[in-house]
């Protein structure tokens, strides 16, 4: 099934009659929608379905990854030039484990920041047709993807649910 | 802040960023002046050699790795303040943490620069780090040096990947408002934020586990600084509670130096609807904190000094209290332990002046203190035959006055360039737009 790209936004002052519109939308059969805010908000998550994000995956990823980067770093250059140092063993857990620790973090960190970038869609060259920049100061937007057909029932949902305007995107 | 709207917030947090008036290029400048004297001290050290600093047997670390450690512990209240105040879902954090955050990125920055200027031959500072070479060999991971550089490095990256990820939501208000070469800075900044609930709903995941990455790290990180010392075997150096004792000498440091810069910052800025009194209020009870933690470190070291029964650590001890450094021992006992408990008063620290005044108290004492503890112990070992003094050279002192205008002149580029206080964090506190009064969500 291929996704429209044409589609309608209202956009919203109040959260509340944005979640309405959610509800209501949803309830017409209208499942591909898409919330544009300034600050999150659960109830939007809520109100649209969504799954709790994959981020965490990522991140222990890459913080068991770090972790075994560590130990092989450690273990393998001191067993590749053995030299002992104040008598220690040439494997020394107790002081590598530093290490360790230090890039289960570093490797945890930068595995979450590419996992948030990959799951957002972020770096993104153009902002998408529905984009308006007061959804980023302090209106609320609700992206409705819908075929042509469909406009005029949906802006009159929207319109209902007191959208302050309503926006089509036809291409 | 209830009063407070969305599109306020805005136009408040925005107008710091306007074009700035004539002082700021002023300050700007002498700022500038300052930074080419260090830079002009550097070169001199690296063209003549580490003689030309006050460097020399038996204190080989003094004024350089001070500065290291005091940057570095600098950087550690803009974590506590952005990770776990974050992680204990402290309401008040909001309004401070981008300028806490600020100061831990440029503390980092300042401190990353002192292993690089101790070095005899700066240009070999690749040593430091694990690479596969011809001869084979790789750096001693047994020693507390090579965990410093990990540590250190870790800090910087992901202390510069929270502030960056901080500030995407907000760059992204303002790449909609500039035009011109500014509107291309904040849009590549913006990554293409557009605030969809999928953006925010990955945005706020990985914000959780970047902070909760960050806080063990900030611990991590002045616990292996403190192990340079602490794993060596120099009297003074060698102990145990030396980790828990940098952590917090740290932080109060930190928290010390955040109150320096928000006073000037909220005045100057008309942010005084976001940064509050009550915000300084309390950084000031957590100052209180710091600052018995560490009385008690230095209550804690005297009493094993006496009852080690040790000859060469009391020597050293002795030496510390009344030798040629007790004036910067005193002052580091007066300004760090001491006047820190006046903030027990509440006319006190709800007074600017004395907040001000008190901060930068404590600023000069955590500095006074790094140079104590590690001058100190390097000039009173345990053979008499080699015990010595040190004493700054002009190169020492200016390159130390040039990292503090390299701080500062990454700071006043951050006040101009970047919203000061994070627009969507204040406007996740507010209320939200109902319709209906009394339906909060």
Known sequence: MTRPSTGIVGSFRYLDTLLAAIARLRQAGYRDLQALSPVPHHAIDEALHKP???????????????????????????????????????????????????????????????????????????????????????????????????????????????????????? | MSELTYGQVDRDILRAMEAPGRLYYIVFLLNLLVLAWGAFAWRYQIVHGMGVSGLTHPVMWAIYITNFVFWVGIAHSGTLISAILYLFRVRWRAGVYRTAEAVTVFALFTAGLFPLIHLGRPWFFYWLLPYPQLGGLWVNFRSPLVWDVFAVMTYMIISMLFFFTGLVPDVAVVRNRTRGWRHRLYAFLAQGWQGTDRQWRHYKAAYLFLAALATPLVISVHSVVSWDFAQSI??????????????????????????????????????????????????????????????????????????????????????????????????????????????????????????????????IGMWTERFVIIVT?????????????????????????????????????????LPVVSIAEVKEELPPPMKTVGDEA
């Open chain 2, 377 to 417: 112990g390097l000039a009173h070992e345990y053979d008499p035959y080699s015990w010595g003094l040190y004493f700054p050279t002009w190169v020492d002192i200016s390159i130390t006055l040039g990292s503090f205008a390299w701080f500062f002149f990454w700071f006043l580029l951050f006040a101009k360039l």
């Open chain 2, 234 to 363: 120099v009297a003074g150096w060698h102990s145990t509670i030396f980790a828990p004792y940098f952590v917090a000498g740290a932080i109060h440091s930190g928290l010390a130096m955040v109150i320096t810069l928000l006073i000037p910052l909220r005045r100057i800025f008309r942010l005084n609807a976001y940064v509050t009194q009550s915000h300084l209020e309390n950084l000031a009870k957590l100052i209180i904190l710091t600052g018995l933690i560490v009385g008690y470190a230095y209550i804690v070291e005297t009493y094993i000094a006496w009852y080690s029964n040790n000859v060469p650590e009391w020597q050293r001890f002795t030496f510390q209290v009344t030798g040629e450094y007790a004036i910067p021992f005193w002052i580091m006992i007066l300004f760090n332990s001491l006047v820190p408990l006046l903030f027990f008063v509440k006319r006190i620290r709800t007074s600017t002046p004395w907040l001000f005044g008190i901060a930068i108290l404590i600023n």
């Open chain 1, 52 to 171: 709790a994000s994959p981020v965490r995956v990522f991140t222990l990823i890459g913080c068991l990854l770090g972790a075994v980067t560590g130990f092989v770093l450690t273990i393998a250059t001191s067993l590749h030039y053995p030299l002992i140092t104040s008598g220690k063993p040439i494997v020394s857990i107790p002081p590598f484990l530093i290490i360790v620790f230090e890039l289960t973090i570093l490797f945890g960190g930068l595995l979450t920041l590419g996992g948030m970038l990959l799951n957002a869609r972020l770096p993104q060259v153009h902002t998408v047709p529905a984009y308006d920049p007061r959804f980023s100061e302090d209106r609320f937007g609700l992206w409705v993807r819908c075929a042509v057909t469909d406009f005029d029932a949906v802006a009159r949902l929207l319109e209902s649910a007191e959208a302050e305007g309503v926006h089509r995107v036809e291409k």
